[in-house]
């Protein structure tokens, strides 16, 4: 147990130095470099998909310091089981770089089902064209949405949120569906 307790100790340590790394940066630049990752995949022939017959063929593979960094991980996260929960959960909240953004969106703008899957819809519709506002504008402000796997409807909330922030006099029709939990159940 000592040992397993020094190695988490060692990683915490070294995850410690390398935020005095962040440091250097303004808290908003660090904040700004976190939700500004964006890749752009150009529509061109080195983008095209490989036939399905020809998928999954080749020979099993690994790289080595891949494997090694595999138990590494395997290893630290192996002594967890016989970690401190509360302990491991002040841990996990003093490295959380968002651990306050629920609180303050709870505090500022009230959101109706408030979850981190929330704060990952409203994220990616503001930040990506998902919602047609020309076709939108152009059909008396209706808008018609379908979800899928949608319990317990966070995504949905979001979406309302968002139009209702965004296209304030929107008429939504919306539909959804989830897997019924108890299908199997007898």
Not at 30 to 46: A, D, Q
Not at 91 to 120: F, G
Not at 138 to 146: A, L, T
Not at 170 to 178: F, H, N, Q, R, V
């Amino acid at each position: 147990m000592e040992t397993e307790e020094y190695d988490l100790k060692k990683q915490q340590l070294l995850h410690t130095n390398k935020d005095c790394m962040h440091k250097n940066q303004t808290q908003n630049e660090h904040i700004n470099n976190l939700f500004n990752k964006r890749f752009t995949i150009v529509n061109n022939e080195c983008y095209t998909m490989p036939e399905p017959t020809t998928m999954f063929k080749d020979c099993l593979w690994t790289v080595d310091e891949l494997q090694l960094i595999k138990n590494e991980l395997n290893a630290i996260k192996n002594c967890l089981n016989n970690y401190d929960p509360d302990k491991w959960q002040l841990h996990t909240r003093i490295r959380n770089s968002a651990k306050d953004v629920m609180t303050r969106l709870k505090t500022y703008i009230q959101p109706e089902l408030l979850t981190q899957a929330w704060c990952k819809f409203y994220e990616i519709v503001s930040s990506f064209p998902l919602i047609p506002m020309n076709y939108i504008r152009n059909n008396n402000k209706c808008f018609k949405s379908v979800h899928l796997c949608e319990a317990p409807g966070a995504f949905i909330t979001s979406l309302n949120h968002w139009l209702k922030t965004n296209v304030p006099n929107i008429k939504w029709d919306w539909l959804a569906m989830t897997l019924n939990p108890y299908y199997e159940v007898m």
